[in-house]
């Protein structure tokens, strides 16, 4: 599932390179994208994702949004890792092929006040 979200379809070894190079240019270039790996485990699996990105559509000035990947509803652990980080879960979506994306969402500026 994340390998749609990273570049549209089944991923190739190409589409994910592509991928990584653009995450190191946004890294070197100061864009507005920041994206994480978490590994896990003695092989260091991937786990999920963290990506913020500090602009784009419906972000105002300060604003940030931060997206936690790989969250399958199958995998409570997963899903377990939004919530223990304040996140709650919102309205499920589905994709264009039907695959079903559960979002968790937490307002930040809401939670310091």
């Known amino acids: 599932m994340l390998v749609r979200w990273l570049n549209?379809?089944?991923?190739?070894?190409?589409?994910?390179?592509?991928?990584?190079?653009?995450?190191?240019?946004?890294?070197?270039?100061s864009g507005p994208l920041r994206a994480f790996g978490i590994r896990m485990g003695?092989?260091?699996?991937?786990?999920?994702?963290?990506?913020?990105?500090?602009?784009?559509?419906?972000?105002?000035?300060?604003?940030?949004n931060v997206?936690?990947?790989?969250?399958?509803?199958?995998?409570?652990?997963?899903?377990?890792?939004a919530r223990r980080a304040g996140f709650t879960p919102s309205k499920p979506t589905h994709g264009k092929d039907g695959t079903r994306f559960d979002w968790y969402i937490r307002d930040l500026h809401t939670a310091a006040r």
Do not use: K, M
């Open 8 to 29: 549209g379809g089944p991923g190739t070894r190409e589409g994910i390179r592509a991928y990584f190079r653009h995450c190191r240019e946004q890294w070197d270039t």
């Open 42 to 64: 003695a092989d260091e699996v991937l786990a999920g994702t963290i990506d913020l990105r500090f602009s784009g559509e419906g972000l105002a000035p300060g604003q940030v």
């Open 67 to 81: 997206a936690y990947g790989q969250v399958e509803p199958e995998n409570p652990a997963s899903a377990a890792v």
